[in-house]
């Protein structure tokens, strides 16, 4: 669907606008996939949602510190 091999998929580039969800914990200099094996572009999470014009939803779950 989105021309990108497996494992390279980004929301940037693509010749179809697709919807993107963004978690409402991301925030800071984030790191994603750049389109090929091996690239990866480092962004203001902020700035990359903006003009992504994301859909922040809570869609993580926290990860549970093991019993001590």
């Known amino acids: 669907m989105t021309g990108y091999v497996r494992g390279t998929i980004t929301p940037l580039g693509s010749t179809t606008p697709l919807p993107v969800i963004a978690d409402a914990s991301l925030e800071g200099t984030i790191s ?33 510190a093991p019993p001590a």
């Open 32 to 64: 994603l996939g750049g389109g090929a094996h091996g690239v990866a572009l480092t962004v203001d999470a902020g700035a990359l949602v903006a003009a992504l014009h994301a859909t922040v939803a809570d869609v993580t779950e926290p990860v549970q």
